[in-house]
């Protein structure tokens, strides 16, 4: 039922399958006369593409984003901005071993009990390939929060190899094909996942995403709260397993004064002596930085043989062939800034409602 | 902006504020002639309320609620609920020396610079007694899912003082004032929490739910996911800053064949071998039970100075006294059952427009 | 389902049986620090009020509204606002025969066939009395305007008897018990509705709303047009059949060139000659005043014998007693008025989210 | 903002402006495994097409629908169905005389009020043409609804040229260029167009759609009634002034007796003896026919001059050139059967949830 769409006033809506002609994605509710071509969009799908290192699946797509509505001499008109990415690596492929064998870990299994149907080519709906659509909406989002709000995500764990948060350096995260802010963890991580892809398996990540410069106010209470709607953002991006603001789980070990951020003056302005609250108290932006991490789990298409069970109730075994990825997190980066950049477009657009000015 | 409704079909809309005459819930969405009376919810309430140990507040609150709609002859007539609990300790205290200034870690200061007024007797919206309404709204849930679906809480950490999972015990919960499965741990936490009280401090705490016989096919793809919307639901619980389904985040130190929960035949139905998905692929339910973790910060009512600003931006510091819960999470248990019954609730009224049958 | 909410942003919620203890609205999405106490609200439930003249029905509600939250020292908080109005003449009455059988043109019939339970006590959801919550709902929704924008209703036509535009005068409509803005046509519907009452019949009639100081580009395109949602907010207050905007149906008989309204300047501001647009071109306001039109149908509950069935298939005859309303469209001026505003309140608020400036 | 959506559970967005290259519509929440083919939507959207008489815009459109998504083999998935309709026609005019001057009655005062910008080709989202991606939406509504439900349209009024209700016909309604259902008026329609189109006037229309085989249990009580719903739905067709339901404004001037659909038993079943209501009651259907009828006004581009005011202030006049539409609500038919086949499709699904067997 009508679940593609997210957002309130800054609302986007995607559509279409891996294996489909295109998929896309409406953006409505973008306000009029902000300027929008098509390479600020193709930017960050290109930041999202696979097949740009040896440690991100070998499908080759072109990613390229074309405006269909919405735009008219370079300025958005306030009505709905359709984008549109055509599907041009559809390489015929022997779905036979897989068409009905569930891989466990998948939502294949899910799908198939909940629709009585189900398009095995690449995932359909629940195919990684859906969250370019997510990027591209982000790109519009970015748009509407202008240039005073900056959002950027890092990987920060790979397998069980996190990396050292002491030697966190943002110039590095383009430096390597990790998104790593830690020069050293990043070559480690090169030769752990050779391991994991010669050996046909693969290995979770977490990410981390921060967003600066956004004002106090933003986030309703209490059940739209800015952390529960960033919650809900980045735990339906495919196969994330877990979702953490500021210091997240570590918060429980701290004691409250440990954990509270203390408050000073500077310059006239409320400065915080520590984030603990990642941004956000009562689901209210602090004018902190927002900061959100989560949890990918390994993906479910590895080439080992795993026992599984076929649409017709027998006991059978499946291993995936083909283009393998052995860490899906690293493509994640990017989808989880769209993610932020949305979800604080949405917010900017009601806190501008309730008489805010940004 | 009116964020203060939770809900898709089953949609529940809590109002009022700790120091008012009274608060409550309206819910929506309720199928008719479902049976109803107001002990059904009174019970899930007096398992929340304060005052039952010297671990949590003393507020001395009856909780007692008022079936003021939609149930005729014992009934449920199709129409919404108004659940009202009068607020009966209002004892008058002494705010001028937190009026003005900002509690760290609290929403006190983002309500204001959000609205730029401040109910500040008792945190108003942002106050735990919010959490009152959802104990209320999810105990209309559980009717609506009716008893074949248990929901069941438990604490499993509190401060650093994890439980031993291979302890659980589920009788054990009900016997202890921390709603702790792990017998031996409880006691612990006894000495523990006495002294965090003791020196008017505060500690966290993980609580983890877990729904078992909701069948295979809830949940919605791609942005209304289940666990999307269960991320949401525990997020916007009061002090809650991390979320996690399943394995969470330690899926990521698992390897993609470690972490991919495989699948046999059992009497002809799909057994999984283990549930690192917490019962969830997909967005959508498998069948297995429905595993939610979440943390919840020390509470930032303390009675340790720290420091602060106040409205006029001078640097001050606050304590805060009186009433003191050195541990809020221990009430986080009934209220992240009622989230998870909301959550199920809705999802099985859509699950049934889809045709399903449950 | 999840049916009694109205609006996006300011948003309000009604609950509550005509027979129950109480029936109430949370208003949802009110900015903070807006003036606001129980009379602003209680004069227009005055208004609306039954038993004021021998033309409505002689129920003695005395509707006294309490803010039970979201209001501190006398202004809004930003949170929910739950107002509530007590049932005070639940009369014991006699329902047995009608308990079991439906009125002609009444919805107990459809409720019943819905819900398969029926609160036969004064019509439950579906009485009247829900109007109150929307009357209560407007006074906040006008305070949310502010005294720029002014909302007022009138009365048109009584069953076959339209008044004369010509003799057109707002002042006249408080002075007569009918808000009707021809005096001599009061005098006429005065003699008709005494006919009426005495038959035991009842009356239809037209309400016209309009509102005057809105700007220009309150609607959002496409199916959020501001006519769309007016048609929608008059289209559910009960009894309501036809809802039209400016000329309406009588456009249809006009030629393009009579229809458009054309635009001049007048002090450097565009002045539109005429208005049959009744201010709304293409779902956005053009500055002109915002008219709507609404059909209030005979009230189904007469003192007349009616062929109709029972809830067992028996073919019947069903004839109401005791307090009747020859014209239930009297009472309906202040809640057409009450959705008008919350329409344009909700709009309003979208408007700003845009940039608009109030 | 996010205003191009329409449903809660059948769930449609409309995107694409008249002169840009495509237009389309997403329609989400769907159900799995109902037969889908582009011809399904092909017949509808042939049906709207304009330039098939004379009577209508001699812009031609291929109108050729693609699925781009959400079907599988013959089969809906349950995914979000893309719908894509090229536009071909965007023959290069001349713009100036109209780039900067308002139509009077037109929307393009409106959107340059609201968004300071403004596509002046063709109306933008403003334009008719919006209305194919309804009707394509329709189409796959009226797969959801089944064979058991028959939505059937037809124009009773043009100017001011009603038909004779008594000469209903509904075979004559495909025999000519109006939909009409009365043989007589269709041809005194035709002569009364051809003066309207040789004075390069334009007329206003009424159209009635009639859905039948509708179970008694669709809509939802308060504000989400089924016929506010179809009051908002066909208020938001361009162009659309008005909508009543059943008897509509006549209502108001019959009495309660008159008015009140009796009740008998035929064959088991109840039957009414009237339809005054237009098969709704209390905003539920109540099995008999639902009957919608909405006025069209005339389009406002026409050929005569008039006088209006441009961007800058000026006092200036317009008449349009080039391809002109003498009665545009004869292409109102199909879109105000596709607006119903939606509003039922949703309620269906709402009603499903609620356990009502269709």
């Known amino acids: 039922m009508a679940g593609n769409s997210f957002g309130t006033l800054f609302r986007f809506t995607t559509w279409g399958e891996s294996h489909g002609p295109a998929i896309g994605v409406v953006v409505d509710g973008v306000p009029p006369r902000i300027p929008l071509a098509e390479p600020d969009i193709q930017q960050w799908l290109d930041k999202r593409r696979p097949g740009q290192s040896r440690y991100t699946t070998q499908r080759r797509e072109a990613d390229e984003v074309k405006i269909l509505s919405g735009v008219f001499k370079g300025q958005t008109t306030g009505t709905p901005i359709q984008l549109l ?18 891989r466990p870990g998948h939502a294949d299994y899910t799908y198939w ?106 986030g309703e209470p209490v059940y739209d709260k800015l952390d529960g709607d960033l919650a809900r953002a980045m735990m339906t991006i495919n196969a994330v397993k877990a979702v953490e603001i500021g210091a997240g789980f570590a918060a429980v070990a701290l004691s409250g004064e440990e954990n509270g951020d203390e408050m000073r003056m500077r310059n006239g302005e409320v400065e915080f002596l520590s984030n603990n609250a990642g941004g956000i108290l009562g689901g209210i932006s602090t004018g902190q930085d927002i900061v959100v991490r989560f949890a990918v789990k390994p993906t479910s298409s590895i080439l080992k043989p795993m026992r599984t069970v076929d649409a017709n109730g027998n006991e ?22 769209a993610m932020m950049a949305c979800v604080l477009a949405d917010h900017l657009l009601r806190y501008r409602a309730l008489g805010g000015e940004v």
Not at 85 to 102: C, K, L, M, P, W
Not at 181 to 197: I, Q, S
Not at 328 to 333: A, D, E
Request: glycine fraction near 12%.
């Open 113 to 218: 009990k909940k629709y009585g149907i189900r398009d095995y080519r690449g995932g359909g709906r629940a195919s990684a390939r859906e969250t370019a659509s997510r990027v591209a909406a982000g790109a519009v989002a970015r748009k509407v929060l202008g240039s005073g709000i900056a959002i950027r995500g890092a990987l920060v764990q790979i397998g069980p190899h996190a990396i050292d948060r002491a030697a966190w350096d943002w110039s590095a995260v383009e430096e390597n094909p990790f998104w790593c802010p830690d020069r050293e963890m990043a070559a480690r991580w090169a030769d752990y996942l050779d391991g994991v892809r010669k050996a046909g398996s693969s290995a979770g990540a977490v990410i981390e995403v921060v967003a600066s410069g956004v004002p106090a106010g933003l």
């Open 316 to 337: 059978v075994e499946i291993e995936t062939h083909g283009r393998h990825d052995p860490c899906v997190g690293i493509r994640g980066v990017p989808v989880g800034e």
């Open 85 to 102: 990415i055509e599907n041009t690596d559809q390489r015929s492929r022997d779905y036979r071993n897989i068409a009905d064998r569930f």
